[in-house]
């Protein structure tokens, strides 16, 4: 980061120094002492130049040499830390933090296998410390976070000048930032025993924007730009009320911060009505010994989210919260170890649908200051999300803040080519980000490697794209859209497609499960001629899904068989459909089934004009008396159809061996043949086959104990007239 930024944060920002002539003790100091007071007093440029004499004398000295290089970080120029690290990075003597700057002063300048190498070094050395993980994780994935650079649209204002300006909010169409303008920041050494640093003071502005156009930015009221540094701000729904950070410059004067530097306070502020902001009172929970700065206020103005160096936190500066209970503050509370690391943590600002957005350099990010995103479950912050390039550059990338339609905010950034030190920028999401999970429907276990289809609104594939070996997968939609996500993979069916709206007003991550169902449910058979028993190729079978109106189709090959995937808690009609055959049908229900194979087989009689049964007594093949009348129709609708034939097929009961059976249904057919011979039917007009005891039409098969009425059934002819395929 810039200069100006590095003081604003070492001190919480809104710091000021005025540090008065040396005492003449320091005449007396080496080079190096002088060095070291400069270092604390952030004037890092002037510790260079004395760093850089005790060097010229001493040239082994690791004290300088790592001062130099932790003071090119203060003035955020990687090249200089790397330079200056290079040489002694592997020295034994070297603090495991070294380590870890080294890493993110190569992860700012691109050297990203470089980088890996030292976290891991420092992750060896200080294994307690995540932050390590959180940067070896980012740069894993650093393909996502550059993903795509059109994401966001980012604008720099025509309200920055050629100094800082950051912590911009909008408020009715008013823009209310802090600026540097028309002042100068200089660090000044002057000779060996005198030191004058100093900052111009920020100051609150506000310009009206119409149009993407902006007024001339004139200050804030007297009552809250004071002579000292005045810091972000956060307003009360109804704007009638204000919280603001100001250095604690009275406190510092007095000597009543044991270090001798300047705090940071918050201060609240009320407008009149006359528009004049006036009742400025401090915050309760302010203290001269730690800072406590950038507010930021929840939607319904009871919780207050705000940066603080106060002990018992997570590194230097942590985010914290309070509640409102009834009409005062309760006490802070940290907002946890998922949000705040051993790092820093600066400028929290809550949006509208509840999100904690803030800015860190102990997260994974691409150097400096990055923009995170947290969501709040259960009370606790978690799922910590960088916003990506290009919200996030390997610059210092900060104070963000977002309007209520979810759509457009503002940023600050020293990234190159702004026009000062630091500026704002406004951004427009132009896609929503979604990471989705597949799912097995039943289990809801994660399917892996599965397809995913999305399509648009009009039906048109969008894209296609697959999710990992755990089931996740994500995708940037454009806005103001309905899109439609299935996953497909093989042993897997499509379940009903996901709908996903982009046409939102929350700029956030969303989530989407598609579902897919395993196959373990069959339906399967075989499909027989009535009248050969032979397979059926070519015949059609469809499966209804009454349930979900849903419709498939295959047809058999030369072995006759079918298979269909079934859902559980279904209802289906499976139909078998042939040219020159009697469509058939049934229906099957799977209510509570889950994984089997249900066997079904069908047998599809030919096309008839005609047909009926006669049945034979028992080990008979006598025509009985009782069926000649029966046969006699069919030889009256021969003769008046002479295009037809007639199908004979003989059949037994299960009484008796096999082999008997079966000459004895060939007697039968034979018996029927000769009555039909002897009425005058020709036998180029006859087909007949005996089956034995094969088809059985009840359920008394070998060792099924049945009445006799119920064998009966089974010692029958079935006389079928059909018409000639010639």
């Known amino acids: 980061m810039n200069r100006l930024i590095t003081i604003l944060l070492v001190l919480g920002l809104g710091s000021s120094a005025n540090a008065q002539s040396a005492d003449i003790t320091t005449f007396f100091m080496s080079n190096s002492r002088k060095a070291e007071i400069y270092y604390e007093k952030l004037a890092y440029e002037n510790a260079i130049e004395l760093y850089e004499r005790v060097l010229a004398k001493n040239p082994a000295d690791l004290n300088a040499q790592t001062r130099i290089a932790e003071c090119y970080i203060k003035l955020n120029n990687p090249r200089g830390v790397v330079s200056w690290y290079r040489p002694i990075i592997e020295n034994p003597s070297l603090m495991p933090i070294h380590k870890y700057n080294y890493a993110q002063a190569l992860t700012a300048l691109g050297n990203y296998e470089e980088a890996k190498t030292w976290y891991e070094n420092y992750k060896q050395d200080v294994p307690d410390d995540p932050r390590s993980d959180y940067k070896l994780k980012f740069l894993e994935d650093l393909d996502f976070y550059t993903r795509d650079s059109s994401l966001y649209l980012l604008t720099n204002l025509q309200v920055n000048s050629e100094n800082s300006e950051f912590g911009a909010v909008e408020v009715d169409n008013e823009l209310i930032f802090l600026s540097s303008r028309d002042q100068a920041l200089f660090i000044k050494y002057e000779d060996d025993d005198e030191n004058e640093f100093s900052q111009a003071p920020f100051d609150i502005y506000i310009s009206t924007f119409t149009d993407s156009s902006f007024s001339q930015p004139k200050k804030l009221h007297q009552v809250i730009n004071t002579k000292f540094h005045e810091g972000p701000m956060t307003f009360y729904n109804d704007y009638s009320k204000v919280i603001f950070t100001r250095s604690n410059y009275y406190s510092y004067r007095k000597g009543e911060s044991e270090d001798g530097k300047i705090k940071l306070k918050l201060y609240s502020a009320s407008l009149n009505p006359g528009g004049e902001w006036s009742n400025v009172k401090p915050f309760v929970y302010n203290d001269n010994e730690y800072s406590t700065a950038h507010p930021s206020l929840s939607a319904d103005n009871l919780t207050l989210y705000f940066t603080s160096d106060r002990p018992g936190g997570f590194g230097g500066n942590d985010i914290y919260f309070c509640q409102r209970i009834d009409n005062s503050w309760s006490e802070p509370v940290n907002a946890g170890g998922q949000v705040n690391t051993a790092g820093d943590e600066f400028f929290p600002f809550i949006s509208e649908d509840g999100h904690l957005y803030f800015s860190s350099n102990g997260h994974g990010g691409f150097g400096g200051l990055d923009i995170y995103r947290s969501t709040r479950f259960d009370g606790q912050f978690g799922n910590i999300e960088n916003l990506g390039f290009p919200m996030n550059t390997s610059g210092d990338d900060f104070s963000f803040s977002i309007g209520k339609d979810g759509r457009k905010g503002f940023i600050s950034s020293n990234r190159p080519g702004g026009k000062g030190s630091d500026d704002i920028y406004q951004f427009e999401v132009r896609y929503k980000s979604i990471v989705g999970r597949v ?283 059909e018409k000639s395929k010639n």
């Open 439 to 721: 799912l097995e429907s039943r289990t809801k276990e994660f399917v892996g490697n599965a397809e995913i289809m999305i399509n648009d609104s009009a039906r048109q594939t969008y894209t296609i794209l697959k999710a990992d070996e755990s089931g996740y997968f994500q995708v940037d939609l454009p806005l103001d859209t309905y899109f439609d996500l299935q996953a497909k993979k093989d042993n897997f069916g499509l379940e009903v497609p996901t709908r996903i709206s982009t046409v939102v007003h929350s700029f956030q991550t969303d989530t989407a499960d598609v579902f897919m169902w395993r196959h373990e449910l069959f339906a399967q058979g075989r499909i027989f001629s009535n009248e050969t028993q032979e397979l059926l190729p070519d015949v059609t079978v469809s499966l209804e899904n009454l349930t979900q109106n849903t419709f498939t189709i295959l047809e058999t090959k030369e072995d006759g068989k079918y298979v269909f995937v079934l859902k559980p808690d279904q209802l289906y009609i499976i139909q078998a459909e042939k040219i020159d055959h009697v469509t058939s049908n049934f229906k099957l229900n799977t209510e509570g089934m889950i994984a089997d194979t249900l066997l079904n087989d069908f047998v599809l009689e030919e096309v008839y004009v005609t047909k009926d049964v006669i049945f034979f007594d028992f080990n008979k093949a006598i025509i009985k008396p009782d069926a000649q009348p029966a046969l006699n129709q069919m030889i009256t609708n021969l003769k008046r159809h002479k295009d037809t034939y007639i199908v004979v097929s003989a059949h037994a009961d299960a009484q008796g061996t096999f082999e008997y059976n079966l000459t004895l249904s060939n007697r039968r057919a034979l018996a029927v043949v000769a009555y039909l011979k002897q009425k005058g039917i020709r036998e180029d007009r006859i087909t007949w086959r005996g089956f034995g005891e094969q088809l059985l039409i009840n359920r008394c098969s070998d060792g099924v104990q049945c009445q006799e009425e119920e064998h009966s059934k089974n010692r029958r002819a079935e006389l079928k007239i």
